[in-house]
């Protein structure tokens, strides 16, 4: 028999044999790694979500973010630490308070520190390609992506229609004559279907300005819900007795929404300073008008109240018609077995309740965010949790579930085990909430406050010094303050010694004067471009 003589290889050939092997175990560890579809909206308030049961579960038009609730796991007490569009986003992105990453303000208080460590920039360095498409609203642009097409302009909310973009570098590109949803959905899909390294995870956020104020239906559903009358909230009617801050605030639909709001058509011949005028005309405290003089005050306010939340649940329809385009593209494209989606939104919104719109307070409607996922993997289809969570919990878990140690100094935890359905125990027994904006745009009192399975306990300090008491078993519409009943008292105090410990594990073991130099900061934002002309 012959043998064989095999000649020593050179070193070079093996070390690049090793380096080769080494790349190809990286490339297979890539893709075991699970995608992620981050997919959120703005102001969507869980009642206008079917899954979630609420007084419009039989009109709100979301059939395809119920199909992921069947799919996977719906929260009932998914919560956000501040009831604001920027902070929540803020939150969110680092897994930290927004006192702690910056932003906890819209208004007032700079632009989020783009350099900061956020879940996709750790994500991108982990071999995860990145993008974001539609609303970002955090003055700066995004960071850790790969690819991003954000909406731009000075308010950082971007419009409906003809809408403008800030691109990948510092790029504007303007939309014209077209509605921003179609926009981030046909360019989102695009993405994914021509992205560049298909060996690797991807990691895509799907955010949309929808339904944000001012609630521009796209083309096509300017007539759905017409001829229904939507129902009204139990609340719609409030007093806000023992509710002073309530009391206070410039949101009511009877008396702080706007002409533009409810799509009234201007008189002709107005200068621009008198459109913006005549259109704004009910945004202040006093500023009532009513369509028809013969109308009663709770005529005028059932009228206002049908034209909102009708474009309201219009807009609402576009954007649950674009997140069924984007299911289909992940189930067509093979990746749906090992695709982690998302849907949520940066707070909760008030649809009525309380005889309001917008959000801001710690109250249930609005501290309550949407948050439903699907990942076959590892949820049970049609699974519930009613564990008390936050919005900063959401970078840690998608850090654990893409493989990814999570950094020390996040605040938030990771939820994989509620997930995983293998714990029993309380993922939190409390949860610590912060407002700061004041007095723009809605008049809010800044107020913080604890909540916990059973009790709120809010204080209002800016300029008043008010506490508020809810048993939400009880009262689960907030409407009996119950701060000043002599039997709580030992509640209270429990209460306030637990409020001072979630002050003190999230770093804001602060005065109340010291508080107040926080919401009375005044700094002018900073853009980096100005929109193309």
């Known amino acids: 028999m012959k043998i064989l003589k095999i000649k020593k290889a050179p070193l070079y050939f093996l070390s690049t044999l090793l380096l080769f092997g080494c790349k190809t175990i990286q490339k297979e560890k890539e893709q075991q790694k699970p995608n992620i579809l981050f997919i959120m909206t703005d102001d969507h308030a869980l009642a206008a979500i079917s899954a979630y049961n609420g007084f419009l579960a039989k009109v709100a038009p979301t059939p395809n973010i119920d ?21 929540s986003r803020a939150a969110i992105l680092t897994g930290k308070y927004p006192h702690v990453n910056g932003f906890y303000k819209n208004e007032g208080g700079g632009d989020f520190d783009e350099t900061q460590q956020t879940f996709p920039k750790i994500l991108q360095n982990n071999g995860y390609e990145t993008a974001v498409f539609g609303k970002w609203h955090l003055g ?9 097409k954000v909406l731009f302009n000075k308010e950082g909310q971007g419009s409906y229609y003809d809408p403008v973009f800030e691109v990948t570098g510092n790029r504007i590109v303007e939309e014209k004559g077209k509605y921003s949803t179609n926009v981030i959905k046909e360019d989102a899909i695009n993405w994914l279907k021509k992205r560049k390294d298909k060996s690797k995870p991807f990691m895509l956020m799907y955010q ?10 796209g083309p096509g559903y300017e007539n759905y819900l017409s001829d229904i009358t939507i129902p009204y909230p139990a609340t719609f009617n409030d007093e806000y007795k023992g509710r002073k801050a309530a009391k206070d605030a410039w949101m009511r639909i009877d008396g702080h929404m706007n002409r533009k709001d409810v799509k009234i058509s201007p008189p002709q011949g107005l200068t621009e300073e008198e459109l913006i005028a005549w259109n704004s005309f009910g945004n202040n405290d006093g500023e009532f008008w009513t369509p028809n003089e013969k109308m009663t005050e709770q005529e005028r306010k059932n009228w206002k109240y049908q034209r909102y939340i009708k474009d309201y649940l219009r807009v609402v329809k576009g954007v649950d018609d674009a997140i069924g385009a984007m299911l289909a593209a992940i189930e067509k494209s093979g990746l749906a077995d090992n695709t982690i989606i998302i849907y949520t939104s940066d707070q909760g919104f008030y649809l009525g309740e309380h005889g309001w719109f917008d959000k801001r307070f710690m109250y249930e ?49 990771s939820f994989l085990p509620v997930l995983e359905n293998k714990t029993k125990k309380a993922f939190r027994d409390a949860v610590y909430y912060h407002y700061y904006e004041f007095p723009y745009w ?28 809810f048993d939400l078993e009880n009262d689960p519409n907030e409407l009996n303050n119950i701060y000043a009943e002599a039997k709580n008292k030992e509640l209270i105090s429990k209460l306030k010694t637990r409020l001072s410990e979630l002050k003190k594990e999230y770093k804001m073991d602060l005065s109340l004067d010291e508080m107040r130099k926080m919401t009375d900061v005044r700094i002018e934002r900073r853009y980096r471009v100005e929109p193309a002309n």
């Open 365 to 413: 409607e609005s501290l309550h965010m949407p948050f439903i996922i699907k990942y076959p993997k590892k949820i049970k289809p049609g699974s519930v949790a009613n564990q008390l969570a936050l919005n900063i919990d959401y970078a840690p878990t998608l850090l654990q579930l893409a493989g990814i140690p999570i950094p020390k100094d996040i605040q938030g935890n």
């Open 67 to 87: 199909k992921l609730a069947k799919e996977g796991m719906l929260f009932n007490n998914m919560l956000c630490t501040n009831s604001i569009c920027g902070p």
């Open 140 to 148: 700066t642009a995004p960071t850790g992506f790969d690819y991003y």
């Open 442 to 469: 809605h008049h809010v009192q800044p107020h913080y406050g604890i909540r916990t399975e059973r009790y709120k306990l809010i204080h209002y300090y800016y300029d008043m010094d008010e506490w508020e008491l």
């Open 208 to 217: 949309f300005k929808a339904p944000h104020r001012p609630w521009e239906p």
